[in-house]
Every structure is written in C-alpha cells, then in structure tokens.
C-alpha cells in the first residue's frame, strides 16, 4: 500500500530544518519503509523549504507513523503538522 505524508514546518524554521537535515537523510536511507519519493515542499518563491512531501509504500498505517515519529525532524519539532493518508496510485508516466 502506497502512503502519503504531508508535513509543514513551523515558520521561520529553515535553519533548523538544515541544521538536522543530515541526520534526516541519513535516516531516509536506512528506514524500514520504501520511500518512493521524497522531497521538500517550497514557498511560493520555488527556493524557501517550509515542509516536507513523501510517497511511502509499507504494509501498514502503524509501519507508516512509526517511521514518521522517529524521522529526526519530527523529533527536534520542526513540523508544525503532520499528515498521512493512504494513497491509491492510478497514473505514473515514468
């Protein structure tokens, strides 16, 4: 089952989004779900990040929010909300 997770940041948190943005990544790469994509959301500026989008594929809801809540940015409460959704993928042009 594909998941989506949808998480704004609280405003003015740039510097913390990139002062744990290693650790974030890192962590990415070795979490017990497959990350189908991911990436930051921007600001109508197309540059500023003010949130995070994911595309996860796990076999639960409960394998989803576990990794959610022990992404580092949720621990150092970057994001200011946090949504996640099962996704039914119809369309990929790929």
Do not use: Q
Request: include cysteine.
């Amino acid at each position: 089952m594909h998941y989506v997770i949808h998480c704004l940041d609280h405003d003015g948190a740039v510097e913390k989004r990139l002062a744990n943005y290693e650790d974030h990544k890192a962590y990415l790469g070795s979490a017990p779900v497959k990350t189908v994509i991911s990436g930051p959301l921007l600001a109508d500026d197309e540059e500023t990040m003010i949130g995070s989008c994911f595309l996860i594929e796990a076999d639960t809801l409960a394998e989803v929010e576990a990794f959610n809540a022990n992404d580092p940015f949720k621990k150092v409460g970057l994001w200011k909300s946090i949504s996640i959704r099962p996704f039914s993928k119809r369309v990929d042009n790929r």
